[in-house]
């Protein structure tokens, strides 16, 4: 029997992977230890290797489609078994054409001048709409799609991988989650005053560079760990309230959006939030993070200010609860200004304790000698 | 210029090579007195006499077989063979002598024969004196076959295919004997394998041998008031062939018809097919290319039918409008 390769758990909350790129055909010899395929979890790509040496007999899961966990995504033929397997090719051939046929991908009906055309223009004929009387693509076809291109660059991007994971979690917590943005001015002289102090010095002590974001976050957790129904996750028909801290921080990474959780956030001092804030950060626009860095958040940080944004509304992060948007730091009526703008799943919480929980944080960040109280 | 018919245009080629050339002589059933079944050769006994323009015993073996020891000989023959149909009869000897012998010899023996025989329906003659067997000898190497659509064109091959040194069969349609068209009175020649663009066009080409040029052209004609513009070429010489002028008129137009008289199964238009889909001429192609053949049946005596069988004007104009669509 060729040994079955399963779909594998890449990390605790794991519950399915997309193939996203074969490395092998089948029929190529793979060794224990290559690397087989990628798989995308939760924004993540992952280098599965071989778990045995063989001959990649069958790939189950095409790329791009999602398997469960412990599901077979590929049969691979073990050494002693290649033999046998040439005797069995007829059984073998026979099952295959009883099995439903996977969608193929349909050969395009063109004619050779419409080929050739789109050859020499590099053009893909599954993107040229065909008018002739068998539904062919002739000639004239492509010549329109080529002026039509001419008049409008495009340049496609496929929806695949990471921008795929996005896509596909922003609808669904757009479109499934009742999202109320509150807004509100917090003054910010006290903290950025702090801030410039206390750079200098956590550099000194912990090695490592403080950030507004991480100060922000530092006084955010804080504030957090006191309103556990915001810091919380709404899953299946349960709120689930946590005390304890998991903070994502939003990154603009080259690959998109990624949103690294620092776990136990709240029991961190400054210089240790910072240093794993700094290193998550670093991770995620480096491709780095594995997928349990992006796993078990209970609530979100996304601060825009450095891009000179006043305020937005932030999309919150399934099945997080809330997330926090920080816009730039204004200055007018002699003080520094600090724009902030909560989102809040209404179906687990009211805008009555969220405004409580948002002035609790603006109090906070004006006069951060209060996190001592 | 003068406009004169097929048949006279035959017959004035005949008698140029018979005075050009006293190797040159004709042989067949009734071609003395009679002047032939259809009259090509009419008056000519009278003034070649008996020894040049010789009556034949009512067997078709004989006639080839004579006409290809004459050729050997040195003489120049040219064979009638009444109806193409009855060419049967002669088969072995135009298929296995006179189509081998300057290949077996090495080049040291040439056949030069011509075998000018009448195809093609529309006559009500039936299924034993209306085929278009041409493409049986497109078929056998060591054979050239001639087919002329126009008067011109018949007369100035004619007399390239008495002047070859290999045999040649030279098929006349009984339909076109008495058309007319324009000759000039002074001597040319038409050499054999060049092929001749009948009308110009853009939208699709059409190559039509025999009768089907004329039909072609009348369904060109008709095209053109809805805006198609159909090309018209004619190979003349089906071998040799002269597959540039076909190849090329199709990289032009992008759009390809076959249309012949003879059955479509085993025909012309295959090779003409085969041809473009091997040549550059496919990379140009804008839609697939059709037939538009004889029906795959003996030609029927009733006069509907005989004429459903063949390839008609509107045949072919239906055809072009949808590979034009």
């Not at chain 2, 092929?195 to 939208?203: P, Y």
């Not at chain 2, 018809?257 to 001429?281: D, K, M, P, T, Y």
Request: include cysteine; proline fraction near 5%.
């Amino acid at each position: 029997m060729p040994f079955v390769m399963t779909m594998p758990k890449l990390g605790m909350t794991m519950e399915e992977g997309t193939i996203h790129k074969w490395w092998k055909n089948v029929g190529e010899e793979v060794r224990q230890g290559e690397i087989l395929l990628e798989i995308l979890t939760d924004k993540v790509n992952m280098e599965v290797e071989a778990p045995v040496s063989g001959i990649l007999k069958e790939i189950k899961a095409q790329e791009g489609e999602v398997v469960k966990v412990e599901e077979p995504i590929a049969l691979i033929l073990l050494p002693d078994e290649k033999q046998e397997e040439a005797f069995n090719l007829e059984p073998q051939k026979a099952k295959e054409e009883i099995e439903p046929q996977k969608v193929k991908e349909e050969k395009v009906k063109a004619t050779p001048a419409a080929r050739y055309i789109a050859q020499q223009a590099g053009i893909d004929l599954r993107e040229v709409q065909g008018s002739g009387p068998a539904g062919e693509i002739r000639k004239k076809d492509v010549e329109d799609f080529i002026s039509d291109r001419g008049a409008m660059e495009v340049d496609l991007v496929p929806l695949t991988g990471v921008r795929k994971v996005i896509a596909d979690k922003m609808l669904a917590s757009y479109t499934s989650i009742p999202h109320v943005t509150l807004v509100t001015e917090a003054k910010a002289s006290e903290l950025v005053n702090l801030w410039i102090k206390l750079k200098p010095i956590v550099e000194q002590i912990a090695s490592t560079k403080l950030s507004f974001t991480s100060l922000l976050a530092y006084f955010l957790i804080k504030v957090l760990s006191k309103y556990p129904y915001i810091n919380a996750r709404l899953e299946g028909d349960s709120i689930k309230r946590y005390k304890e801290v998991n903070l994502g921080i939003a990154v603009d990474t080259p690959e998109g959006l990624l949103v690294p959780v620092i776990k136990k956030a709240d029991r961190m001092g400054l210089g240790e939030l910072a240093k794993a804030i700094e290193e998550k950060v670093y991770k995620a626009r480096e491709g780095r993070l594995i997928p349990e860095d992006l796993t078990g958040g209970t609530f979100t940080l996304s601060n825009l200010g450095m891009f000179d944004i006043d305020f937005f509304t932030p999309i919150i992060n399934k099945p997080e609860v809330g997330i926090l948007g920080v816009g730039r730091i204004r200055e007018f009526s002699g003080q520094k200004w600090l724009t902030l703008s909560l989102s809040f799943d209404h179906r687990a919480l009211d805008g009555g304790p969220a405004a409580r929980f948002l002035k609790a944080l603006k109090e906070v960040l004006e006069d951060p000698i209060k996190v001592i109280i | 210029m003068r406009e004169i018919t097929y048949k006279e245009a035959i017959r004035e080629a005949l008698r140029e090579e018979l005075l050009r050339d006293e190797r040159v002589f004709l042989l067949g059933e009734d071609i003395g007195v009679y002047g032939g079944a259809f009259g090509v050769t009419l008056g000519l006994v009278e003034e070649f006499g008996e020894e040049r323009i010789k009556d034949t015993p009512i067997s078709e073996a004989a006639i080839i077989g004579a006409a290809t020891g004459a050729a050997l000989m040195g003489m120049r023959p040219v064979a009638e063979i009444m109806f193409s149909d009855f060419i049967t009869l002669g088969m072995d000897q135009l298929v296995n002598q006179a189509a081998k012998i300057r290949y077996m010899f090495g080049g040291k023996a040439k056949v030069p024969l011509v075998v000018r025989t009448p195809l093609g329906s529309g006559t009500g003659a039936a299924a034993q004196h209306s085929q278009s067997l041409e493409n049986w000898f497109v078929h056998v190497p060591g054979l050239k076959v001639v087919m002329p659509s126009n008067a011109y064109d018949a007369k100035g091959l004619l007399k390239s295919a008495i002047r070859d040194d290999n045999p040649v069969v030279f098929f006349e349609h009984k339909l076109l004997y008495n058309t007319k068209g324009l000759v000039p009175e002074e001597e040319y020649l038409i050499p054999l394998g060049q092929a001749d663009i009948k009308r110009q066009g853009k939208h699709i080409t059409i190559i039509a041998t025999g009768i089907m040029v004329s039909r072609s052209l009348e369904a060109a004609h008709i095209l053109s008031k809805e805006g198609v513009e159909v090309e018209v070429v004619d190979p003349r010489t089906l071998v040799p062939l002269d597959k540039e002028t076909i190849i090329n008129s199709v990289k032009k137009t992008g759009r390809a018809l076959v249309v012949h008289e003879g059955c479509q199964r085993g025909g012309f238009g295959g090779e003409i097919v085969g041809l473009l889909c091997e040549s550059e001429a496919f990379y140009y192609l804008d839609a697939p290319i059709w037939r538009v053949a004889g029906k795959n049946i003996p030609i029927p005596y009733n006069r509907r039918l005989e004429s459903a069988a063949v390839p008609q004007v509107q045949d072919i104009v239906a055809a072009v409008r949808r590979l034009v669509a």
